[in-house]
Nanobody, 126 residues
Framework: EVQLQASGGGLVQAGGSLRLSCAAS????????IGWFRQAPGKEREGVSC????????YYADSVKGRFTISSDNAKNTVYLQMDNLKPEDTAVYYC???????????????????WGQGTQVTVSS
């Protein structure tokens, strides 16, 4: 059974940083892609950043490029999302998701992930 545990959310002032973690189990991590998505109240879900544990390819939404960094520790079956220079518009519930790796940008843009973890709240105050 695929299990994803997201953690690391919290309240931070604008300009601050947070690091989210997604601990995965129940599947062959090296064959999968992990994605971070977010959803703010009244807004559609957005693919923030995704990484293929298979080949290391990554995708970032334009809204987070240059501020967020995704990384994967295959030995720990964990994916991290380092979020720097946070803005109030980054406020949302962040979810991690997993799926067998395909073309990472397409997966992230379209949300082509079959397994989802619970969310972690990120709140950025102005």
């Amino acid at each position: 059974e695929v299990q994803l545990q997201a953690s690391g959310g919290g309240l931070v002032q604008a300009g601050g940083s947070l690091r989210l973690s997604c601990a995965a189990s129940g599947f062959t991590f090296d064959d999968y892609a992990i994605g971070w998505f977010r959803q703010a109240p009244g807004k559609e879900r957005e693919g923030v950043s995704c990484i293929s544990s298979e080949d290391g390819s990554t995708y970032y939404a334009d809204s987070v490029k240059g501020r967020f960094t995704i990384s994967s520790d295959n030995a720990k079956n964990t994916v991290y999302l380092q979020m720097d220079n946070l803005k109030p518009e980054d406020t949302a519930v962040y979810y991690c998701a997993a799926n067998l790796a395909l073309e990472i940008a397409t997966m992230c843009k379209l949300g082509l992930f079959g397994s989802w973890g619970q969310g972690t709240q990120v709140t950025v105050s102005s």
